[in-house]
Protein backbone atom coordinates (compact mmCIF):
# COMPACT_ATOMS: atom_id res chain seq x y z
CA UNK A 1 0.00 0.00 0.00
CA UNK A 2 1.28 3.48 -1.05
CA UNK A 3 1.73 5.88 1.99
CA UNK A 4 -0.14 9.23 1.71
CA UNK A 5 0.12 12.53 3.32
CA UNK A 6 -2.53 15.11 3.60
CA UNK A 7 -1.99 18.96 1.95
CA UNK A 8 -3.97 21.87 3.12
CA UNK A 9 -4.40 25.07 1.43
CA UNK A 10 -6.48 27.98 2.64
CA UNK A 11 -8.23 29.73 -0.69
CA UNK A 12 -10.81 31.96 -1.60
CA UNK A 13 -14.28 31.35 -2.05
CA UNK A 14 -14.25 32.51 -5.62
CA UNK A 15 -10.92 30.00 -6.45
CA UNK A 16 -12.87 27.32 -4.77
CA UNK A 17 -15.97 27.38 -7.13
CA UNK A 18 -13.40 27.94 -9.74
CA UNK A 19 -11.80 24.49 -9.06
CA UNK A 20 -15.09 22.97 -8.41
CA UNK A 21 -16.58 24.07 -11.50
CA UNK A 22 -13.41 22.72 -13.52
CA UNK A 23 -13.89 19.33 -11.90
CA UNK A 24 -17.23 19.00 -12.70
CA UNK A 25 -16.56 20.04 -16.20
CA UNK A 26 -13.67 17.00 -16.64
CA UNK A 27 -16.66 14.90 -14.34
CA UNK A 28 -13.38 14.35 -11.65
CA UNK A 29 -13.61 15.36 -7.60
CA UNK A 30 -12.20 18.33 -6.19
CA UNK A 31 -9.61 16.44 -4.98
CA UNK A 32 -8.38 14.53 -8.14
CA UNK A 33 -8.49 17.97 -10.38
CA UNK A 34 -6.45 19.90 -7.79
CA UNK A 35 -3.72 16.71 -7.22
CA UNK A 36 -3.41 16.17 -11.41
CA UNK A 37 -3.10 19.73 -11.50
CA UNK A 38 -0.58 20.42 -8.72
CA UNK A 39 1.34 17.14 -9.86
CA UNK A 40 1.74 18.34 -13.76
CA UNK A 41 2.80 21.88 -12.15
CA UNK A 42 5.59 20.04 -10.18
CA UNK A 43 6.62 18.33 -13.07
CA UNK A 44 6.87 21.55 -15.27
CA UNK A 45 8.74 23.04 -12.32
CA UNK A 46 11.14 20.53 -11.86
CA UNK A 47 11.80 19.43 -15.52
CA UNK A 48 12.29 23.46 -16.16
CA UNK A 49 15.69 23.30 -13.63
CA UNK A 50 16.64 20.34 -15.16
CA UNK A 51 16.87 20.43 -18.81
CA UNK A 52 18.59 22.72 -20.31
CA UNK A 53 17.57 23.87 -23.37
CA UNK A 54 19.28 25.46 -26.29
CA UNK A 55 18.85 27.12 -29.46
CA UNK A 56 20.28 26.27 -32.54
CA UNK A 57 23.20 28.59 -32.61
CA UNK A 58 24.47 27.53 -28.81
CA UNK A 59 23.79 23.87 -29.97
CA UNK A 60 26.49 24.39 -32.49
CA UNK A 61 28.78 26.09 -30.52
CA UNK A 62 28.36 23.17 -27.88
CA UNK A 63 29.03 20.35 -30.75
CA UNK A 64 32.02 22.80 -31.88
CA UNK A 65 33.66 22.87 -28.78
CA UNK A 66 33.03 18.89 -27.79
CA UNK A 67 34.91 18.35 -31.06
CA UNK A 68 37.13 21.03 -31.37
CA UNK A 69 37.67 22.09 -28.06
CA UNK A 70 39.78 25.17 -27.23
CA UNK A 71 43.63 24.88 -25.79
CA UNK A 72 43.34 24.31 -21.97
CA UNK A 73 44.19 27.84 -19.92
CA UNK A 74 47.32 27.97 -17.61
CA UNK A 75 45.59 27.52 -14.31
CA UNK A 76 43.54 24.44 -15.83
CA UNK A 77 47.15 22.97 -16.59
CA UNK A 78 48.19 23.58 -13.33
CA UNK A 79 45.42 22.11 -12.00
CA UNK A 80 45.87 18.17 -14.09
CA UNK A 81 49.65 19.31 -13.01
CA UNK A 82 48.28 19.24 -9.31
CA UNK A 83 46.00 16.39 -9.65
CA UNK A 84 48.77 14.32 -11.29
CA UNK A 85 51.14 14.26 -8.35
CA UNK A 86 48.61 13.87 -5.90
CA UNK A 87 47.46 10.67 -7.69
CA UNK A 88 50.87 9.21 -8.16
CA UNK A 89 52.08 10.36 -4.75
CA UNK A 90 52.54 7.03 -2.49
Known amino acids: MT ?15 LIRR ?35 ADQRRFAEALLDPPEPAPALERAFDRRRKLLSAP
Not at 3 to 17: K, N, V
Not at 31 to 56: M, P
Open 22 to 56: AAQIEGRTITDFVVTAVQAAARQAIEATDVIRLSV
Open 3 to 17: ATARLEARITADLHQ
